[in-house]
């Protein structure tokens, strides 16, 4: 099993700070191209708290099999001169089920530790899943919303467009039925106006021939007055010689 605290550079003690730390700096080194799978597969089980943790005790249980092995097959002459009591191997470590029984715990250990850190990835990668969804519905409210307020805008703009164009033509309207109100009352006055024209125009004939026919009376009674007096001069005439 690799040490991955020393694939990092890291102590065993170091914290997920300083661990994210070395993991980026070893990542940014070109030089580690070819340790970059141990690279992450170290920061990916060490940055996880609960796979740190299992791994840190395989570990340790892994550093304490040797110093059980020495101190139990080891002897010597104690203190006095006294020979230490030899203990006598389980006969499990003498016919070598003890480590195979240790072996056994340990790839229980392991495999746990991979189910473990497999849960809190496959449960990191839904959190992740869900923050994305979220995120991307987020986006999407806000899109529609943009939208909304997009559609409003035209609907406002297009609303004062007809408006402005309603006013302009009642306006226009207004202004042409003024404009025939003033013509009628300007046809009306022509009209009026041409008709005492016309009226005063044959008061004048009127009168004129009114006139004309005193005349003509006059000059009348004054030609048969001249024949009266004429006739009466014939008349007395021959009275006179």
């Known amino acids: 099993m690799s040490d991955y605290y020393t694939v990092l550079g890291v102590k065993r003690h170091a914290s997920r700070d300083e661990i994210i730390a070395a993991y980026r700096r070893l990542e940014a080194d070109p030089g580690n191209r070819e340790r970059l799978a141990e690279i992450k597969k170290a920061y990916e089980l060490l940055s996880d708290p609960g796979a740190r943790d299992i791994y840190d005790q395989t570990l340790r249980l892994r550093e304490s099999e040797p110093a059980r092995s020495t101190s139990a097959g080891g002897g010597g002459i104690g203190a006095g001169g006294s020979r230490p009591t030899v203990r006598s191997r389980p006969p499990e470590l003498e016919s070598g089920y003890g480590r195979l029984w240790i072996g056994l715990v340990l790839a229980l250990l392991v495999i746990g530790g991979l189910l473990l850190y497999g849960h809190f990835s496959r449960e990191e990668e839904r959190i992740r899943l869900e923050r994305e969804r979220e995120i991307s519905l987020r986006a999407h409210q806000a899109d529609e919303e943009r939208k909304q307020r997009e559609e409003a805008e035209q609907t406002r703009v297009e609303e004062q467009r007809l408006r402005r164009e309603t006013e302009e033509l009642e306006r226009r309207n207004r202004n042409e039925s003024e404009r025939a109100l003033r013509e009628a009352d300007r046809r009306g006055e022509r009209e009026s106006m041409q008709a005492r024209t016309d009226a005063e125009r044959e008061a004048y004939r009127a009168a004129r021939k009114e006139q004309e ?29």
């Open 213 to 241: 026919a005193k005349h003509e009376e006059e000059r009348l009674e004054r030609e048969r007055r001249e024949r009266e007096r004429h006739n009466r001069w014939i008349l007395e005439r021959p009275a006179l010689h």
